[in-house]
């Protein structure tokens, strides 16, 4: 289906001929001049660089390590994602699993807790993806879940993104007549949702032909179906070889943490390789980043998931690490503010 024409976003893209082929030239001509007056890089963030504060620390359904999270504020609620661990055996399947097969397939499960860390439900998304990012969107009398979807046979990373109700013990199928389904960029995968509920806006990772880049949607048009992004540009940093760990949307600006846990390579003693950015959406580029040293002492400290709080006064942008050893992964999150 075809969206709208961008209004006062430029699209961010590499290839000339895409741009020429999506836009009519004078509009295109408008975009280049946005991009071009995009403001100067802001490296003042003190508050942004500083360490964290935790402020919760928790243990997931399954030994496996939490891969993303969001944060409910009005019903007080964490949820979370992590990949089925191996051994379980779900209804209606004959044999329980390794977790290299679930991983393979893409099955998830997705947790909820208090913010006190006591358990309240959890549902499996069989699948589904690697459940590198969630989304959340809040109502009086339910939450309605944005996750990947529709895990590539080959990889178990999602082609299209989903949403759905929260109903605790409910175990969803990538084909479930419960689910509202979107391929915003065929041919795509390892398709990642954020959501600023805030200010109504989507935030998409996806990879084409192995390169992430990101794509910002108005999320009214893209829930019903209109997919002409605000802006489209290149995941910054993917030349590191970090691993991509999370992300992040609140208004202009959206943030991304790279890295990977303490090992052969990434000592402690060095402080580790956790990098956290700031991007401007309005021009794809970015504003700000740092090696982050929230949490220096855990191990093995591996980032896992970026979420906003923006309920509560100042909004503040939250950072997810592992801890424990394998099979006996917990978690802990940290905030800090975002001026």
Known sequence: ???????????????????????????????????????????????????????????????????????????????????????????????????????????????????????????????????????????????????????HPSSGYGRGVCRFRFASGQVLERGSHALGTYRPVPGSTSNFPALDVAHRQLLLRYKREGIPRFALYGLDEFRNGWFAPLADFAQPGAGLGLPFQGMALYGDYAYQILGSGYGAGNPASAGGNTRLYRMDLRSGLVVWQQLDRTAPGLTPREPEGLAVLAGSGAPRLCLGFTEGPAGKRTFRLYDKALS
Request: aromatic residues 6%.
């Open 1 to 151: 289906m075809q969206g709208p024409r961008p209004g006062r976003r430029a699209v961010l893209a590499l290839g000339a001929g895409a741009v020429a082929a999506a836009l009519a030239p004078a509009q295109w001509a408008g975009a280049a001049q946005w991009a071009g007056a995009a403001r100067a890089p802001d490296r003042r963030l003190p508050a942004l660089s500083a360490p964290g504060r935790q402020f919760f620390a928790g243990r997931l359904r399954h030994s496996t390590v939490i891969q993303s999270f969001a944060i409910d504020e009005r019903h007080g609620h964490l949820y979370a994602l992590q990949v089925v661990a191996g051994g379980v055996r779900l209804p209606g399947e004959t044999a329980a699993l390794s977790h290299a097969e679930r991983a393979r397939r893409g099955d998830l499960c997705l947790n909820r807790l208090t913010l006190g860390g006591a358990d309240a439900g959890h549902m499996y998304l069989k699948g589904f993806g690697h459940g590198g990012s969630i989304g959340l969107e809040e109502s009086a009398g339910a939450v309605t879940v944005w996750t990947e979807w529709d895990a």
